[in-house]
């Protein structure tokens, strides 16, 4: 089954503590993106990458980081939380670079609260 | 970044046509989509319109584009209590060097009473 996971999908923390939520396609997507959906503001493009190796800054980096070594995971870091990262956190992953249309596939959703 | 605006809530009584609008900034965008989020879950791929298009329909789904005035709307026609949910609008334009983004609308949130 085509599926894009996110662990964990709940994940309460304290200010500073470093945290990793993982992200996992299985459709050799070579398009991975990371967005925050915040009430009032919609989704919002934290960091994308078109390939492996290859990460881009969307509209909100700050206080992130991504990594891509492999083509199937997009792991989105954060250093050093704080409480307004508090979020709902939507990986998803799509196969376009531009050719035709792409439907891009969500991940379940991982809702961070950052104390 | 590129903006996107939609209406925040639209109320309808089942089996009412909906009408969602969306208006966008950038005139390169190349595609524009509607996506469907129910509540607690991730976003879900509607429909979407090539922006050399004007219209689209899909069973009870019909997108109309008015690229002059940058205006998207989706259409549910014969709207059932299945279809309350939050709406998405979002554009893909190219971020150069052959990426590109999307930016999503804050989303409708469709109430259908039965």
């Known amino acids: 089954e085509a599926q894009v996971t996110q662990n964990p999908r709940y994940l309460i923390t304290v200010t500073g503590k470093k945290l990793t939520v993982t992200c996992s396609q299985n459709m050799n997507h070579e398009y991975m993106s990371w967005y925050r959906q915040d009430p009032g503001l919609g989704l919002r493009q934290i960091y994308y990458?078109?390939?492996?190796?290859?990460?881009d800054k969307g509209d909100v980096p700050e206080g992130y980081k991504v990594s891509r070594k492999e083509k199937r995971n997009f792991p989105l870091i954060l250093e050093s939380p704080s409480p307004n990262q508090t979020s709902l956190y939507f990986c998803?992953?799509?196969?376009?670079?531009?050719?035709?249309?792409?439907?891009?596939?969500f991940g379940p959703g991982t809702r961070l609260t950052v104390l | 970044g590129e903006d996107v605006e939609q209406s925040l809530f639209l109320s309808v009584r089942e089996g009412d046509s909906s009408v969602i609008n969306c208006t966008y900034t950038?005139?390169?965008?190349?595609?524009l989509y509607w996506y469907k989020q129910e509540p607690g879950a991730g976003l879900q791929l509607l429909t979407y319109i090539f922006s050399n298009m004007d219209m689209k329909q899909d069973q009870r789904l019909t997108v109309l584009l008015n690229k002059k005035d940058k205006h998207l709307s989706l259409r549910i026609a014969d709207t059932q209590t299945g279809d309350s949910a939050i709406y998405f609008c979002?554009?893909?334009f190219g971020s150069g060097a052959g990426s590109y983004q999307l930016t999503f609308g804050k989303g409708t949130k469709l109430s259908v009473i039965p």
């Open positions: 979002a554009e893909k």
């Open positions: 990458s078109m390939n492996v190796e290859v990460t």
């Open positions: 950038d005139s390169s965008s190349t595609y």
């Open positions: 998803a992953s799509s196969s376009d670079v531009g050719r035709s249309t792409d439907t891009q596939y």
